[in-house]
T-cell receptor, first 113, second 115 residues
């Protein structure tokens, strides 16, 4: 079955820098991949979706790339702010089950002022 | 437009008891999915309901069951609670049919503690 790997160690960066988070998957290439943000004690909030035939997607300060050869997605936050501090989750569909989302364990981002 | 709501926010039960968690989907959404999130982990898919029918299920035992009502609200029932059932239970709704290709709109979750 599909396995998703996200860096379990927190990413600590200075305000204004670009944060880059990694999502690797181990098996088949999904039809799409989603990124969510989760704050402590709250439900995840959808950020971006990228399809398998898309290389890159942007939304304001966010950028997602999808490399099906490397089996990897990168999530970038440019000009990071302390308010961007949160856990970021990567999620993708399971083969033959478009309804079922598989989530990674998330990477915690800390942006220092 | 009202977002996804869940009740209760917190719950404490003892082993062997039964629990019912509730979820109201976002207006216009006919699909509801339930997830279990243990501390430090990502959400794990339990099952999905589409137009009152179970549309798919994750690797959870039958003591996890659910319902969806005509107004698309939903319940998650867990029987014979075990200590490992302690987690944040998340409900997510989505528009446009039974595919999770759509973004998921999550509720705030119910924190269940089993003693």
């Amino acid at each position: 079955s599909q396995k998703i790997e996200q860096n379990s160690e927190a990413l600590n960066i200075q305000e204004g820098k670009t944060a880059t988070l990694t999502c690797n998957y181990t098996n088949y290439s999904p039809a799409y991949l989603q990124w969510y943000r989760q704050d402590p004690g709250r439900g995840p909030v959808f950020l971006l979706l990228i399809r398998e035939n898309e290389k890159e997607k942007r939304k304001e300060r966010l950028k997602v790339t999808f490399d099906t050869t490397l089996k990897q997605s990168l999530f970038h936050i440019t000009a990071s702010q302390p308010a961007d501090s949160a856990t970021y989750l990567c999620a993708l569909d399971e083969m033959d089950s478009s309804y079922k989302l598989i989530f990674g364990s998330g990477t915690r981002l800390l942006v220092r002022p | 437009e009202t977002g996804v709501t869940q009740s209760p926010t917190h719950l404490i039960k003892t082993r062997g008891q039964q629990v019912t968690l509730r979820c109201s989907s976002q207006s216009g959404h006919n699909t509801v999915s339930w997830y279990q999130q243990a501390l430090g982990q990502g959400p794990q898919f339990i099952f999905q309901y589409y137009r009152e029918e179970e549309n798919g299920r994750g690797n959870f035992p039958p003591r996890f069951s659910g319902l969806q009502f005509p107004n698309y609200s939903s319940e998650l029932n867990v029987n014979a609670l075990e200590l490992d059932d302690s987690a944040l239970y998340l409900c997510a709704s989505s528009p446009g049919g039974s595919s999770s290709y759509n973004e998921q709109f999550f509720g705030p979750g119910t924190r269940l503690t089993v003693l």
